[in-house]
C-alpha cells in the first residue's frame, strides 16, 4: 500500500471516532466518546435535511495532511459514502440503514467498526435535540451556538474538557476532535 494512501486510511479511521445516545439509538454498537463514556449510533430519522453531493475530504493527523474526492449521500432512510481516488475510481463505501452498517474497503483495517465512521458524521449532520438528548444519557454536553455571520458551531464536551468542535459554513463542515488529535474537512464540490 502506498504511503499516502496508508496515511490517508489512518487519518479517515481517525477522524471518524466520535458520538452519540438515546432511545432513539439504532440497533449497532455503542461507540466510545471519550475513553470511558460511549453512546449509540442514532438512525437515519435523525438526519438534518439532505445531502447527495461529491465532496472534497482533506484531513490533518500528527502533522500529515492529505485530500481525497468523497461522494455523500444522506437522507432519513440511510447513509452512504464512496471514497473515490483522483481518477473517480472507488476506493471504498460505506453504509448504513438504521439497522446494518457496512464498511467494504480494502483501505480500511479490518478491526474498524462502521458505527465509528457513522458517528462523526452523525455529530455534524444530525438534529441537533436528538444529539443533546443522547449525549445527556451519557452524561456527555452536546452545544449548538451560532455566530453573528450564520457560521454553526457544535462541540461536544466532558464536563469542562472540549472533545470535538464541529464549525458548519457555506458548504464546509470543520471537524476538530481535540481528545483524538485529529481535524477533518469536507467541502461540498460545486458542480
Do not use: W
Not at 493527523?61 to 481525497?68: A, H, P, R, V
Not at 457496512?102 to 458517528?119: C, H, M, N, Q, T
Not at 476538530?176 to 467541502?187: D, W
Amino acid at each position: 500500500m502506498e504511503k499516502n494512501t496508508l496515511k490517508f486510511v489512518l487519518l479517515f479511521t481517525l477522524f471518524f471516532v466520535s458520538c452519540k445516545s438515546t432511545n432513539l439509538s439504532s440497533h449497532l454498537n455503542s461507540v466510545y466518546v471519550t475513553n470511558t463514556k460511549k453512546v449509540p449510533v442514532l438512525p437515519p430519522e435523525c438526519m438534518q435535511g439532505e445531502l447527495d453531493a461529491l465532496n472534497l475530504f482533506t484531513g490533518s493527523f500528527n502533522g500529515e495532511t492529505f485530500s481525497t474526492p468523497v461522494y455523500v449521500q444522506a437522507d432519513e432512510s440511510g447513509l452512504y459514502l464512496l471514497l473515490l481516488n483522483d481518477f473517480g475510481v472507488g476506493m471504498g463505501e460505506l453504509s448504513f440503514d438504521g439497522k446494518e452498517a457496512s464498511l467494504d474497503s480494502p483501505l480500511f483495517p479490518k478491526e474498524l467498526k462502521a458505527e465509528y465512521i457513522i458517528l462523526d458524521f452523525q455529530n455534524a449532520y444530525y438534529d441537533v435535540n436528538s444529539l443533546k438528548s443522547t449525549y445527556n444519557a451519557s452524561k456527555i454536553q452536546f452545544e449548538q451556538n451560532f455566530e453573528s455571520d450564520g457560521t454553526e458551531i457544535r462541540r461536544i464536551l466532558n464536563g469542562s474538557k472540549l472533545i470535538e468542535e464541529i464549525v458548519i459554513q457555506n458548504g464546509k463542515v470543520v471537524i476538530e476532535n481535540k481528545l483524538r488529535g485529529y481535524t477533518y474537512t469536507l467541502v461540498e464540490v460545486e458542480e
